[in-house]
């Protein structure tokens, strides 16, 4: 499987880059950066060690960072890369990089992109986050450097669909002389595919800093808001917009001055949801054209990336998107450290083990449908002594499991003291 994967990938090489460019039309690809897509690197590799660190996309790149942090500061004389996917990531990440850590596109899976990538970069150690496997980056990084699978998700659908490809899955996970599963179920889901010393313990999500936010950003949208009451629809998805809107309405008939907050995941939508929401007869304002919010303003169309950090301050009342159609949800951490009640949808499967966690510990409520949605926001918006019971029980949740990046660490340790040993030998 792996030689015809390899084959198909040179032979597809002309629909790969009709892809590629159809990807830079759409403002999924960074045009003045978009060389390091193919494996050119736009900037020298810094002599001594290099840890490599891929990250896919802004989750797993922001979970990493704190990871980076403190591996720096204990080993001084290492240099750390990561690489990411997406240019959302890429402009988040270049923002927060620590001391000695530089940024670049992955190079996508083809073998002249990636041995052109790995000739140039020669990484002493590589850590890959969570779940994304492209077979010839790991199979050529494998016969260079070890590999570690950090913080290793395989979801029940993934899980099955490998089963098929089982000798192929196998091929490469078997790549990884390590490899630390966020959970007990994804753990025994990897090592059923071929993974060898596997090991659970815990989603380093858990240790991620608060969301920055900009204070005098913070400030001016506070002074905008005033006093009315407040509710943030966070990372929406295709039709949960329209889901929204219809639940601003019902609870407008009982909250007069409500204020709802819509942050869309992909903030490049936000034109096309002006239109959507204003069709429904809401009055709106655009973060992305500088809107102010009017007394008349229905709904704050936070169409901007990056400030998430600065709503989750503004509110105590979260609604989580990606949850109420199926595309699997989005982290509950976020607005949890940052003291909000959270409420969700029931499509949650890329989150299933945190999930489930919240749950037990009653620190999120979980809706089917709109109707459903628009009855608990109201009752938390009413119901201060409920919102403060969720809101501390998962502050609590998140410091109970605050020591998971310690024992990450110290189970990568010692292929980072391999690997300086390797080199000064």
């Known amino acids: 499987m792996l030689k015809l994967y390899r084959i198909l990938t040179n032979i597809a090489a002309p629909l790969i880059n009709l892809y590629l460019f159809k990807r830079k039309i759409n403002g999924k ?3 003045v950066r978009f060389k390091e897509r193919l494996g050119f690197a736009a900037l020298p590799r810094p ?6 660190i891929h990250a896919a996309s802004v989750g797993e790149a922001v979970s990493v960072l704190p990871l980076v942090e403190k591996l720096s500061a204990t080993y001084q004389s290492v240099n750390f890369l990561i690489t990411t996917g997406t240019v959302t990531s890429a402009e988040l990440v270049e923002k927060r990089l620590p001391a000695r850590t530089i940024h670049q596109f992955v190079p996508v899976d083809r073998l002249p992109y990636v041995r052109r990538f790995l000739k140039h970069w020669q990484p002493d150690l590589a850590i890959w986050v969570e779940s994304e496997l492209w077979p010839n980056l790991i199979v050529e990084s494998a016969s260079r450097c070890r590999l570690i699978l950090l913080n290793g998700r395989m979801s029940e659908k993934s899980y099955r669909k490998w089963k098929k490809y089982s000798g192929f899955i196998k091929q490469l996970l078997e790549k990884f002389s390590l490899c630390l599963a966020q959970s007990e179920e994804d753990g025994k889901r990897l090592a059923a595919l071929g993974a060898s010393n596997v090991k659970c313990l815990g989603n380093i999500k858990y240790d991620s800093p608060p969301l920055p936010a900009d204070a005098t950003k913070i400030n ?3 002074a905008m808001i005033g006093s009315r009451p ?6 929406t998805h295709k039709g949960e917009e329209a889901a929204i809107g219809w639940v601003h309405k019902q609870l407008k008939a009982t909250h007069s001055s409500l204020l709802t907050i819509i942050i869309p995941r992909h ?3 936000g034109d096309e949801l002006v239109s959507e929401l204003k069709a429904d007869g809401l009055e709106i304002s655009q973060r992305s054209k500088d809107e102010k919010v009017f007394d008349e303003t229905d709904i704050y169309l936070a169409d901007t990336m990056g400030e998430l950090g600065i709503f989750y301050r503004l509110t105590e009342i979260v609604f989580i998107g990606g949850s109420l159609v199926p595309h699997g949800g989005q982290n509950p951490l976020e607005p949890a450290r940052l003291e909000c009640a959270i409420i969700t949808g029931l499509n949650t499967f890329n989150f299933i083990a945190i999930q489930r966690e919240f ?3 009653k620190s999120i409520i979980t809706v089917s449908n709109q109707e459903e949605l628009a009855e608990k926001v109201a009752t938390l918006l009413e119901n201060k002594e409920q919102t403060q019971e969720l809101i501390t029980n998962a502050l609590e949740l998140v410091r109970e499991k605050s020591d998971i990046l310690d024992k990450t660490i110290e189970d990568i340790n010692p292929y980072i003291q391999q690997m300086n040993k390797r080199n000064a030998a």
Not at 47 to 52: A, D
């Open 230 to 235: 407040v509710w943030v629809a966070a990372s």
């Open 47 to 52: 002599k001594g060690q290099l840890i490599w």
């Open 267 to 269: 903030a490049t939508r």
């Open 220 to 222: 001016e949208m506070s």
């Open 29 to 31: 690809e960074d045009l």
């Open 359 to 361: 749950e037990e510990k």
